[in-house]
């Protein structure tokens, strides 16, 4: 299994299409292939984050994404930010989120605590 580094651009793609064909074979974890993608997805990996780092999301829209994978209404909200209107002046970034508000968040729905943490880029001063 001869496996080169991802140095250029090159290279990152012919490693993408590697690793894409690998994952339509669906190989066991133990095989040969499976060895294969796990290396060639930890090396893709590694050069994305070198090369396209992502920022983390605002903590509000990471909350409304939330909202959407658990079906969440707005209403849902209220044990982990407060009152209805308070829920409302969060999400609309008019209300920046409390020490207090981050840890129910965090526990209650599972968004890291990291990501509440940041500042808002919309919060009105």
């Known amino acids: 299994m001869e ?3 991802i140095r250029t651009e090159a290279d990152y793609l012919i490693a993408l299409q590697e690793v894409s064909a690998l994952i339509d074979l669906d190989p066991a974890a133990d095989s040969p292939e499976g060895e294969r993608l796990d290396v060639l997805g ?7 984050a070198k090369h396209y780092p992502m920022d983390p999301p ?3 829209e990471a909350i409304k994404f939330r909202m959407d994978q658990s079906g969440m209404t ?3 909200l209220i044990p982990y930010i407060g009152s209805l209107n308070r829920v409302y ?3 609309a970034h008019k209300r920046p989120l ?6 129910r968040l965090s526990d209650g729905l599972h968004i890291p605590a990291e ?11």
């Open 74 to 76: 707005v209403k849902d």
């Open 58 to 60: 605002d903590p509000i």
């Open 42 to 48: 930890t090396l893709v990996q590694a050069y994305e």
């Open 98 to 103: 409390s020490l207090n508000m981050i840890r």
């Open 3 to 5: 496996i080169k580094a």
């Open 89 to 91: 002046e969060v999400l």
């Open 115 to 125: 990501i509440l943490i940041r500042e808002s880029e919309a919060v009105e001063a």
